[in-house]
């Protein structure tokens, strides 16, 4: 059983403030990180993916990744109240193909102006 | 910038009866899928289908589902004989081999 587990939140950060959002899958074989963001009522949105360990950097967001540790996160820097919504992290066992993705259940971010 | 497309946005049907929903991948996309989302909880994968053939299927993805690529836009998943417990959004994606893009999603009530 693949799972993918994610703090359901909610988590509140002050506006200007760093999110963080933690994420741990059970997968070892696991190649492919994906965090996506969803607004109540919305599909998931694409913010950024990750294959390798170490850090990514995209904009204000961070994702970090640790195999070892299965770990992923993600960093939100300078937070917006447009950043409030729930965070889905995926993971895929490849990097390319047709493998499907594994969601957590996400952690709903407000973000308090 | 291309995007998915789903239709009907909202399909309210009766228990027993047959949906079909459709989909418009991205039109250079090479792979899809459906997901659904029950109210309240997780995406889940249904299946993938790539070279007009499924790839993956869930263990949800029972006999009661089906997926057609009918011509080279549509990609639609058929349900027959719907249950109550059917109800919940189902999204489509596709992706060229990398990252998957989804649709705005269809929302399935069955009554």
């Known amino acids: 059983q693949k799972e993918v587990e994610q703090n359901s939140g909610p988590l509140s950060v002050p506006e200007g403030a760093i999110a963080s959002l933690n994420c741990t899958y059970s997968?070892?074989?696991?190649?492919?990180f994906f965090w996506y963001r969803q607004y109540s009522g919305k599909s998931p949105e694409l913010i950024m993916f990750?294959?390798?360990?170490g850090d990514k950097e995209d904009g204000r967001f961070t994702a970090q990744l640790n195999k070892a540790s299965q770990y992923v996160s993600l960093l939100i820097r300078d937070s917006q109240p447009s950043d409030s919504a729930t965070y889905l992290c995926?993971?895929?066992?490849?990097?390319?193909?047709?493998?499907?993705?594994?969601f957590g259940t996400g952690t709903r971010l407000t973000v308090i102006p | 910038e291309p995007e998915v497309t789903q239709t009907p946005s909202h399909q309210v049907t009766q228990m027993g009866q047959e949906v079909i929903l459709r989909c418009v991948p991205i039109?250079?996309?090479?792979?899809f899928y459906w997901y659904r989302q029950i109210l309240g909880q997780k995406v889940e994968f249904l299946v993938s289908?790539?070279?007009?053939?499924?790839?993956?299927k869930s263990e949800i993805f029972d006999d009661q589902f089906s997926v057609e690529r009918p011509d080279g836009s549509n990609f639609t998943l058929k349900i027959r004989s719907t249950k109550l417990e059917d109800s919940a959004m189902y999204f489509c994606?596709?992706?060229?081999?990398?990252?998957?893009?989804f649709g705005p999603g269809t929302r399935l009530t069955v009554l």
């Open positions: 997968d070892r074989g696991s190649q492919s």
């Open positions: 289908f790539y070279n007009n053939e499924i790839s993956e």
């Open positions: 039109s250079n996309h090479l792979y």
């Open positions: 994606a596709s992706s060229k081999g990398d990252t998957q893009y």
């Open positions: 990750i294959y390798s360990n």
């Open positions: 995926a993971v895929r066992r490849d990097q390319t193909g047709a493998n499907n993705l594994f």
